[in-house]
């Protein structure tokens, strides 16, 4: 089944303590991304990627890392989460430059 | 960098009756505006997209219209059932250039079709 798995679901963690999501898709994409979710702001990018290698800052990219060593796989790192970064994460995919999406499932993150 | 600004924020119809979901964008040199739904607890989902050199589309009871010289686009649901309720987002993009990885959302807006 093509899809966009990340994973945790859920993570709970402590102020400044690193943590990665993970995310990865078999649809065999070129075009990865990360978005945040927060009620009343709807979907902030934060982070694309082009290919292999390619990456670029969303709207929203302070506090955030990431990576794209292999096609398939596009990890989400915080080296320092803090309150403010507690949300609704969701990586995305697509094949042709940013059209038509694919959304992962999400991940709760809550930053005490 | 691209804005878009989404209306109205909550929209509550009656089962059968027609809703309309409103979006302005302020790059011109965008051209694909996709529409996403997002049921409860669930991912977003493309239930229709419009690129710059087509004014309407439709598809079953869900239509996008667009007007490049105002900037703006919209999303009818028409004879909306209860399952239309969800959070509907629309977004914004350039499909060249340097930056075509950006997709820029609309802040939502949470449709409730009442039985």
């Known amino acids: 089944e093509a899809q966009v798995t990340q994973n945790p679901r859920y993570l709970i963690t402590v102020t400044g303590k690193k943590l990665t999501v993970t995310c990865s898709q078999n649809?065999?994409?070129?075009?990865m991304s990360w978005y945040r979710q927060d009620p009343g702001l709807g979907l902030r990018q934060i982070y694309y990627s082009m290919n292999v290698e390619v990456t670029d800052k969303g709207d929203v990219p302070e506090g955030y890392k990431v990576s794209r060593k292999e096609k398939r796989n596009f990890p989400l790192i915080l080296e320092s989460p803090s309150p403010n970064q507690t949300s609704l994460y969701f990586c995305?995919?697509?094949?042709?430059?940013?059209?038509?999406?694919?959304f992962g499932s999400g991940t709760r993150l809550t930053v005490v | 960098g691209e804005n878009v600004e989404q209306h109205p924020s909550t929209l509550s119809v009656q089962e059968g009756d027609s809703a309309v979901i409103k979006c302005t964008y302020s790059d011109s040199a965008s051209n694909y505006f996709p529409w996403y739904k997002q049921e409860l607890g669930k991912r977003p989902q493309l239930i229709i997209d419009?690129?710059?050199?087509?004014g309407e589309k439709k598809d079953q009871r869900i239509a996008v219209t667009l007007n490049k010289t105002a900037k703006h686009f919209s999303l009818h649901i028409t004879e909306t059932q209860p399952e239309d309720s969800a959070v509907y987002f629309c977004?914004?993009?350039?499909?060249?250039?340097?930056?075509?990885?950006?997709?820029?959302f609309g802040q939502g807006t949470i449709l409730t079709v009442h039985p």
């Open positions: 977004a914004a993009k350039r499909t060249g250039g340097t930056s075509y990885g950006k997709l820029t």
């Open positions: 995305a995919s697509s094949l042709y430059r940013g059209v038509g999406y694919t």
């Open positions: 649809m065999n994409h070129e075009y």
């Open positions: 419009i690129r710059s050199n087509v």
